[in-house]
């Protein structure tokens, strides 16, 4: 079988590495019964693949006892049946390193430890460090109990790790532990007495260390504490499951590993937050600075004169180095040694927008693995990332990058719904999600580099009342439970289907990137992730996907390995014309400008905005110097520049193979280039109507579009020139385009095509008449409290404003529709909160579930006289699980919110039915055909 017939084979028939995912909640100890209902429905709905993850509500005594091991044991073997894969997700709740407290149990010395510093003045001999806060506090009560035994925060052995006396305007540091009387400790506070005072121009800095004596986590940089991790945490699974391993069990997932952030009231300087600390970790600093020791804990606190922040990149460096290897090494080792592969993800300050800073500004990420993204990709398989709620945003194109940077490409992305909507409270999460939104959401994680989704979460079950204390109740912890939404069971599926089918098309492209977007990773070792590099990145990284231009992500590093020709520049086996600077202020050694003026000179083009590089964090301080000589090759903006200038970084590339253009003003959004078999993949989207150009070499050019609703390829006629490509709202077309007037394989493809066979027209269509009367509502009798409703309701508006308030189930609209003869219809409706299916006369006869809402009656399924037409609507859960309890301003829109509309055939009356494929909205509309022409 060749490459290109592979593809096409599992573009139709997706494997579950592709197909979407999904955090199994647990919130309780399920039986074998609900267990195989559960992966049932998962399996139905599309979801191939799952991770159990115990939430806050399951009793955390419980997380990896016999019981549980029994039912995990139960999952891996229903999963086995379906031909699904498993992944196991490594601790409870999230925030791998605990165990749910197992680890440390008995084992009081493992857990964690962190290193705070005491600030003593000229002339004074004592000084103290209190009001220690834990970031857990943010999260409530019920995170506390679950990170600390008891629910409070407790300290213990404290300890005396340097002493400094700073001196000077050059803050000259010399270590004198002899200075030192006592350290006293308490559970809550510390503090130091010197010998003797500090001297008059002078600053004594002690640093102290002390064991969180009630945190149920492990000290994540102290190796045998790692060790003891693992076998309380992982092992019990190889134990139990341990046959399936390599199969079925497929890979081990963490979650954002790290210490708990802790920040106290006396703290100054550029760290932001306590640090985890080991004997280990400082026998390590020893051995890298010796005598120079000093000098460099001094400047990892104060100083921006750029020999103190040289030493700063370098303590940081050496800081995420020693913490990946001890724990992320730790877990790989053991991963691969059962045949597992590894993955998971760390805690991205990017989640959910653009910038650097856009989340967890109250912790300094650099003491959790450096903040260094393409290090820690090094330790996986597999790449994830997390995103946050409906929007497009940097994870999805920086895990790509990552990942490419170690040659693979494509991520998983967790996606999970954390801003509530307006009238919410934050955790209240997003119960209001429509099938709309989160297909939206995941085409554009794929356009960007997400190769399968994870959903966070499929719950076991939606929780209590209107009790909405954080996590503690299911019903708030982190909403949707993507099962109960009403759209789930009968739209999922069709959803699921073309995201894995999309992700498919996408896997052997070689992306049309033209931009290199270097990572800032030495600036935020120096200035901080709340520095300009966060924003200059996000503007940057923002007005790229804006203006269609495709970019990646890339590491200093990879600039050491670059391949320059003129014009552009190799990195790994992707060709870049531009490489951008967003406010680089610190680089690893004069090489690194070398290399940059290297580039310039070959052609490539190298941008810049905001601050310019000031600091080598090796060798001589030049950099400042070497920056001006290099200044007059650079193109400097003030920030990101407008949109013709990022045009014009792309490649023209209509002269030598296919590419897309799109026209100014075009919502088109898109991703292609190359693939494995000699041709070339374009995959569009485009959330309102828009148009964009295929343009084509001298040809003649091979068409195929691929239909990712149900897995049809149809071959379009030969095409020279550029193709003009219509895409109408919330429309995905996927083209293949390769040399020669017939593909490689013949025209086989296209036997699935029912618009090509049947050989249907389109037909014209009357004016439409609006249905406004006549309607009622009824509610199935196996739903919610409303079952057997029957009653008047109207259409333009929704039920929650005709006294349905706190209903978000299913429900059908009916009404008759009176015939002379049966001839196609077509039924339009404006606007709806919810995903239809349309029946006529009891036979079903289309589905949608995103606008534009419409369905073609065929004549068949229609007689003389009275017809009864049938609109199931499913909304979303919101009105059900916020009524009552404050966290809406007011109901959410359910149902028919406008009349529809409906036309008849005024010609082609033989017009055959058209698919009933899930979301086909162009063939539930006719052929597709003319939304191509050549320009």
Sequence with gaps: MSVHETSLQRFRNPDPWHAPAAY??????????????????????????????????????????????????????TAAEFGMIVGIYDDYNWQTGHAAGRAVTGH?????????WV????????????????????????????????????????????????EGEQGVAAERPELVDRADGTADRCRVRLIDPVPDGAE?????????????????????????????????????????????????????????YYDWAERTGDLRSAMPFHESLAVSIRERWAERTPHVLAAVLDGDEPERLSLRAQFYEHFSGYAMETFLGKLRTWSHAHGLRQTGHEVLGHVGGWALDTAFTNWDLRVNFGLDHFGVDGYRDLTAVDAQDALVQLSPVFGDSVARHHGRGGTMVEQYFLTPPEGGTPWSGHWGLTLQELRTTAINHHLLGMRQMVFHGFYQTHGHGDDHESLRNPRFDFPPGINFEPWFADHHLGFALESARLSEFLEPVSPQSDVAVLYPLRTVWTAGQLGEQASALGEWARALTEARVGFHLVDERDLDAAAVEEGAVWIGDHRYRALVLPAVTTLRSAASLRRLRGLAESGVRVLASGATPAVYQEGPQTAVEDWAGLAPAVEVFATAPEEA???????????????????????????????????????????TEGTVELLLPDGPWHIEEWEASDGTV??????????????EQNALRLLRVCRGAEPASGRAHAAGDSEAAAGHGTPEWSAPEELESGWLLEVAEDAYEEAGTRRDIAVTYGWERQGLPAFAGTADYVRQIELDAPVPLKLTLPAVAGAVIVSVNGVRVGARAWTPYRVTIPAD???PGGNELRIRVAPSAANRYYAGTGLRAEPEPCGLLAPPLLSHALANPDLGA??????????????????????
Aim: aromatic letters at 12%; one cysteine or more; proline letters at 7%.
């Design 24 to 77: 199994w909640f647990w919130h309780r100890l399920p039986d074998k019964d609900t267990i195989r209902a559960q992966v049932r429905q998962m399996y139905d709905a599309g979801i191939r693949s799952f991770q159990v993850q115990a939430r806050l509500s399951y009793p955390i005594e419980g997380y990896l006892d016999d019981d549980y091991l029994a039912a995990c044991r139960a999952a891996v073997e």
């Design 108 to 116: 009081d010395e493992l857990r964690e430890r962190h290193m705070f």
């Design 119 to 166: 600030r003593i003045p000229a002339g004074a001999s004592e000084g103290s460090l209190s009001g220690i806060r834990s970031a857990t506090e943010n999260l409530g009560p019920a995170a506390m109990d679950w990170h600390y035994e008891g629910g409070v925060v407790a300290w213990a052995d404290w300890r005396v790790e340097y002493t400094l006396v700073v």
């Design 204 to 260: 004594a800095i002690v640093f102290v260390s002390a064991r969180c004596a009630t945190s149920r986590l492990v000290n994540p940089v102290d190796p045998v504490a790692v060790d003891r991790f693992i076998e309380a945490g992982y092992q019990p699974f190889a134990d139990a499951l341990g046959d399936f391993f390599g199969s079925t069990v497929a890979y081990m997932f963490f979650d954002q590993p790290h210490a708990v």
């Design 645 to 687: 200038v990022l045009r014009g970084l792309v490649a023209r590339r209509g002269q030598t193979e296919p590419t897309l253009r799109v026209p100014a003003g075009s919502p088109v959004r898109w991703r292609g280039g190359p693939d494995a078999a000699d041709g070339f993949r374009f995959a569009c989207f485009a959330e």
């Design 714 to 727: 149809r071959t379009l006629e030969a095409a020279e020139g550029p193709v003009v490509l219509r895409l």
């Design 861 to 863: 399924a229609l007689r």
């Design 914 to 935: 058209p698919p009933d494929g899930f979301g086909s909205g162009p063939r539930d509309s006719g052929p597709r055909s003319s939304s191509i022409t050549e320009g």
